[in-house]
């Protein structure tokens, strides 16, 4: 089955529409298809491209470069190591490390920031290539998964699967004509690409920041005519809280997901009148699988006997399913009555204590429901005694110690759920897309 470039389609349907708006300009469907067909991408169908570039609009030209040829795009995050990096790179035909050049007759112009899409010169009729159909089923890139726990794995998503899951996404979340989704999110993670994706199958404006930076993403937030949606993750929704973001005027929805949600979080957004909408993905299914709760309309989601969150569906990865189609997560859930899905943690990161299982983001979202509490990381330790010891590290707003937080954990949790020790830090380590690196903290924490 074969399925027309998105862009192309994009383009033709709204010309003269915003479709990526950065710091430096902002580019129409037709100004964004000239220059992405016009771009010298020394590729051929089927060949793998890595992009190893900033996450600004040269990424994004050169991703839907990568496209409109039918080659496989793989994009490298910058932050990367450099052996990891090169390993990646020496596994593509094609390394793109910088902006890639247009020839000058497909050249776009250039307007300021935030320019009105209404002054594309129409005395200057497009002539765009003709459209380039690709097999559905194909890969269209290669993501690498987070690797909150080992290195990342090399992920073929195809154009089949990214369409579903823009389709699901839609109707999820709604789909107007006028969306502008402010995406700060690395574009090297499926989170950050499903936005540049989704945009160019609906014909939708993108903002893209280069970088989550607190200010500037407040700023755009507070704009009248700013996003209508954001893609955000637990650390930075909390940076914009405490920075003051309330009541964004344009914003319908802040599509939160890439970690645990502590339910203390939430109730901050709310009062702070933020549309938050949460949302349970993963790199194998093409970002989102369930989101407000219920499983998109194109997965189906089960729950294995030992827990474990299985997934099925057209957003599915083919080679990360299993033999009977059904892709293993890792993750730990529950579904309610309703059918709306409950992740309770990961597999590998539950406490095993004096025989008791203890699911780490249980005992942290109680953690972070005490006032001085900004995050906690929860994880076990080796015990002599009980196997393994619950232990936390914590970031503090305000001033508390370490028996006061115990204290606080002992009257809302099982005594074997409660912290044995609580060591304090400056930050948590995460990865770029948010999720937390437990491995990082398996050491002991100071007596």
């Known amino acids: 089955m074969l399925v027309e470039s998105w862009l192309y389609r994009a383009a033709a349907a709204r010309p003269a529409h915003p479709a990526l708006v950065t710091a430096r300009r902002t580019l129409t469907y037709a100004q964004l298809l000239e220059t992405a067909a016009g771009a010298d991408l020394p590729a051929r169908p089927g060949d793998h491209v890595a992009l190893a570039l900033p996450h600004g609009e040269a990424f994004a030209v050169a991703l839907h470069a990568c496209l409109l040829r039918g080659a496989i795009a793989v994009p490298i995050d910058p932050r990367l190591g450099e052996a990891e990096r090169s390993a990646r790179e020496g596994r593509c035909a094609v390394v793109v490390r ?13 307007p300021g920031p935030g320019a009105s899409s209404s002054r594309h010169d129409s005395s ?11 097999d559905l089923f194909a890969a269209a890139l290669i993501v690498h998964t987070s690797g909150s726990t080992c290195a990342g794995t090399p992920v073929a998503l195809t154009y089949a699967n990214w369409l579903w899951s823009a389709l699901g996404s839609g109707v999820a979340l709604g789909h107007p004509r006028d969306e502008r989704w402010l995406c700060a999110l690395p574009l090297s993670h499926v989170g950050g690409l499903s936005v540049l994706l989704r945009a160019a199958i609906g014909a939708t404006t993108v903002i893209l920041h280069e970088r989550f930076e607190t200010q500037a993403v407040l700023e755009e937030l507070a704009r009248p005519g700013g996003p209508t949606a954001v893609s955000l993750v637990p650390t930075t929704l909390r940076r914009l809280l405490d920075a003051g973001l309330e009541r964004p ?22 009062e702070a009148g ?34 474990e969150i299985l997934v099925s569906g057209p957003t599915v990865a083919p080679a990360a399913a299993g033999p009977d189609g059904w892709l293993r997560t890792g993750d730990l859930g529950e579904l309610a009555a309703d059918g709306a899905l409950r992740v309770t943690g990961r597999a590998a990161d539950t406490i095993v204590t004096g025989g008791e299982n203890v699911a780490p983001t249980d005992v942290e979202a109680v953690l972070e429901c005490h006032p001085a509490v900004a995050e906690a990381a929860v994880h076990g330790r080796p015990d002599p005694e009980w196997g393994e010891a ?43 897309s948010g999720k937390l690196r437990r491995a990082a903290l398996r050491v002991p924490c100071a007596p």
């Open 274 to 307: 933020v549309p938050v909408v949460t949302t349970y993905g993963l790199t194998e299914a093409c970002s989102q699988v369930a989101t407000g709760g219920a499983p998109l309309f194109c997965a189906r989601v089960r729950i294995a006997d030992d827990g």
């Open 98 to 110: 910088e902006a890639l050049p247009v020839a000058p007759a497909r050249r776009a112009p250039a």
């Open 390 to 432: 619950v232990v936390a590290t914590v970031v503090l707003r305000a001033p508390a110690t370490e028996a006061q937080l115990i204290a606080h954990c002992t009257a809302h949790l099982a005594p074997y759920q409660a912290p044995k020790a609580i060591a304090f830090a400056g930050d948590l380590p995460r990865t770029p």
């Open 124 to 134: 200057a009729p497009v002539r765009p290539p003709a459209p380039s159909w690709h």
């Open 249 to 270: 005027p344009a914003l319908r929805t802040a599509l939160l997901g890439g970690a645990p949600v502590p339910p203390a979080l939430l109730d901050r957004a709310r």
